[in-house]
């Protein structure tokens, strides 16, 4: 009987392992260097921006005149056919949610070391469609959010801002237009929550930044105190 209790409580970490082999996270080809989650090359490619040290920086740019911000930071420079698109590839499409977990746990870290740091009063994920949610098994900016979160000791909440709708299509769109688009399909459900309140706005990628844009514009309608922002990666 006892053996069969050992076995038991075995099986579950030998088939982790079997599933999730000790390969690095960027490249899925090297083994991963002791107690780290990318191999040699990778973590030596790995390209974090200096968005930590920096308040004038690509994201900050990008919002300028649209949103008023505290902060703003993403982790990574995205580049099409790098190893952040693979990675982010793989958070979004390939059920690999323990990538939104290492780079949120990296990007806590790196936002309590910066000297720009204003601890936020609540976490608040871009949200996707439930039936999206539904299929992917989970929302990768609350992956990256909750991560976030555990480091900075602040609530990640995904019940304050929802998406009812389906988006369009924004291609072909002015960023007005695209702005408008989303901002019809978010809504703001617990406006009580952010009144006054130091939000940071957490998402897997910065492109456009329309998203975002029309999900700030929500936190400003229901007077919203500071607005930061925070990605996994930033496109410019
Ligand atoms: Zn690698």
């Known amino acids: 009987m006892s053996k069969i209790a050992t076995y038991i409580k075995l099986l579950p970490r030998d088939l982790f392992h079997t599933l999730f082999p000790d390969i690095c996270l960027a490249c899925d080809t090297q083994p991963k260097i002791r107690q780290g989650d990318f191999c040699v090359e990778c973590l030596h490619k790995m390209p974090y921006t200096d968005h930590f040290t920096i308040l004038d920086n690509a ?24 190893i952040v698109q693979n990675m982010l590839h793989k958070l979004k499409y390939k059920k690999r949610k323990e990538i939104g977990e290492i780079f949120g746990e990296i990007a806590g870290q790196k936002l309590i070391a910066s000297p720009l740091f204003q601890k936020p009063d ?5 949200p996707i469609h439930h039936l999206k949610e539904k299929k992917r098994g989970y929302n990768q900016s609350s992956v990256f959010g909750k991560a976030v979160g555990k480091v900075l000791g602040v ?17 072909g769109k002015s960023r007005t237009q695209r702005v408008d688009n989303v901002d019809e399909v ?14 940071l706005i957490v998402d897997d990628v910065v492109t456009t930044g329309a998203t975002i844009e029309a999900c700030c514009l929500k936190l400003t309608e229901s007077q919203v105190g500071k607005m930061s922002i925070l990605t996994i990666a930033s496109a410019s």
Not at 59 to 82: C, M, P, Q
Not at 122 to 126: H, N, T
Not at 159 to 169: H, L, P, Q, R
């Open 122 to 126: 609540l976490i608040i994920p871009i």
């Open 186 to 199: 978010f809504e703001l459900i617990r406006p009580e929550l952010v009144r006054s309140r130091h939000v």
């Open 59 to 82: 994201v900050t740019r990008h919002f300028k005149g649209r949103v008023k911000l505290e902060y703003g930071a993403a982790l990574l420079r995205f580049r099409a056919g790098s």
């Open 155 to 171: 609530e990640c909440r995904e019940d304050i801002i929802i998406k009812s709708k389906w988006s369009e299509s924004q291609t």
